[in-house]
C-alpha cells in the first residue's frame, strides 16, 4: 500500500498516512475521461442564450422605400436581419434537452485515474485533522509558502452526513463539515484556491488544480467512496 508523507499547518512533517493501491494505480480509457469532461462542461452550462427573430421583433411594418423607381436593392421590412434593431438570423434559442447523464462508476473510474495521476507527480499533500480556532488567511499562506505549494490549489475535507427523503426514498447526503468552517474561511482570500466536501468532487475539479491538499480524514473517505 503507497504512502503520503502528513504536515501539521506549520508545515512540519509529523508522520505518513497510508493510500489505497486503487488510488495510485488506476488506469482507464483515455476516451471515457473525455467524454466524462465533455458531460461536465456541457452540464454547467445554462443553455439560456436567446435571440429574436424577424418574426419576433416589433418595429414599423412600414416598407423601407418603394420596390421601384429609385434603383436600389428591393426591401420590403425593416426587421430584416441587415437592418440595425431587425432580428437575427439563426441566433441561438434555449436548449432545455442538453443534459448529458454521466454514469457512476464511468465517473467514479475517472476521478479515481486523474487523481492517480497527480499522485504520481506528486501533487497530493495531506494535513493532520486539527481544527483551526479561528479564520487566519496568514497561517494557511504562511504553511503553502513552506512547503513550496503554488497555483490552482484544491483543498478537500471530509464531510457530515444528513439522510434526506424525497419521493419515498432515503438518501445520505454529504454536507459541509463545522469542523472545516475556519479552514475553510481561511482560504478564501487565497487567489485561485477553493475549498470543497472529498466525497463531492468532479474530475474537473481534480484536473485544473495544480495541487490537491486535503485532511487525513478526507483521504479516508476518498479511500473509501472510491477504492
Not at 441561438?92 to 443534459?99: E, N
Amino acid at each position: 500500500m503507497a504512502t503520503l508523507k502528513k504536515y501539521n499547518l506549520t508545515g512540519k512533517e509529523i508522520g505518513q498516512v497510508k493510500i489505497d493501491e486503487r488510488l495510485t494505480n488506476a488506469e482507464a480509457n483515455s476516451q471515457m475521461i473525455k467524454d466524462y469532461i465533455v458531460a461536465l462542461r456541457a452540464n454547467a452550462r445554462q443553455w439560456s442564450a436567446n435571440t429574436k427573430t424577424r418574426a419576433e421583433v416589433k418595429h414599423t411594418t412600414k416598407k423601407p422605400h418603394p420596390q421601384k423607381g429609385q434603383g436600389r436593392a428591393r426591401q420590403g421590412s425593416l426587421v430584416a436581419p441587415q437592418y440595425k434593431g431587425g432580428g437575427r438570423a439563426h441566433g441561438p434559442k434555449p436548449k432545455f434537452d442538453q443534459h448529458v447523464r454521466i454514469n457512476q462508476k464511468e465517473r467514479k473510474a475517472a476521478i479515481r485515474f486523474l487523481l492517480a495521476e497527480k499522485f504520481k507527480e506528486n501533487k497530493i499533500w495531506v494535513i493532520d485533522d486539527t481544527k483551526m480556532n479561528e479564520p487566519k488567511t496568514r497561517t494557511v499562506a504562511s504553511f503553502l509558502k513552506g512547503l513550496e505549494i503554488w497555483g490552482r490549489i484544491l483543498f478537500l475535507g471530509e464531510g457530515t452526513y444528513t439522510e434526506v427523503e424525497t419521493e419515498g426514498k432515503v438518501q445520505r447526503v454529504s454536507i459541509s463539515s463545522d469542523k472545516h468552517d475556519n479552514f475553510s474561511k481561511s482560504i478564501r482570500n487565497l487567489p485561485k484556491s477553493s475549498f470543497k466536501i472529498a466525497s463531492n468532487i468532479s474530475g474537473y475539479d481534480v484536473l485544473v488544480a495544480k495541487e490537491i491538499i486535503l485532511t487525513e480524514s478526507a483521504l479516508n473517505e476518498l479511500n473509501q467512496w472510491l477504492a
